[in-house]
């Protein structure tokens, strides 16, 4: 797995890093800001960042004596092209498919005759 995109995915396989990422697209945040709502060490919640670096999702920065950890925001665009490109294929497939359907229930023989509305001639109001 040493593509990013790979790394990416599998970066985002654990639910307390996607829960991370999440809260990172509000705002920067220090390590101890993102380790608050969670029941782990300091030490995990950097092994969780580190992660998410390596896949390229986050970066820290330095400012005075604070190390925030910044969303790279760009990583996404590659998920989605990656997405876009399979969803799209997909779509495809699906519209062919309808269209199979559509002429296999046009070509039907029974069609005429269950779709035809019967009435009664003659019946009094």
């Known amino acids: 797995m ?5 790394r990416v995915f599998a970066a985002l396989a654990d639910p307390t890093r996607r829960d991370m990422v999440a809260r ?4 920067d945040h220090t390590v101890n800001d993102l380790a608050a709502p969670y029941d782990v060490s300091l030490q995990a919640v ?5 992660v998410l670096e390596e896949a390229g999702l986050v970066s820290r920065t330095r400012e005075a ?5 910044h969303l790279e925001a760009e990583v996404f665009d590659l998920m989605t092209k990656w997405i876009e490109r399979y ?3 997909a779509e495809e497939r699906f519209a062919a ?3 199979v359907l559509a002429q296999m ?5 029974n069609r005429d005759q269950s779709s ?3 009435t009664q001639e003659g019946t009094a109001s």
Request: without cysteine; proline residues 9%.
């Open 2 to 6: 040493t593509d990013q995109l790979s």
């Open 24 to 27: 990172l697209t509000e705002a």
């Open 46 to 50: 950097s092994k969780h960042l580190k």
């Open 65 to 69: 004596q604070r190390r925030p950890v």
């Open 87 to 89: 969803r799209r294929r």
């Open 97 to 99: 498919l309808d269209a």
């Open 105 to 109: 229930q046009d070509d039907s023989p």
């Open 116 to 118: 035809t509305p019967t």
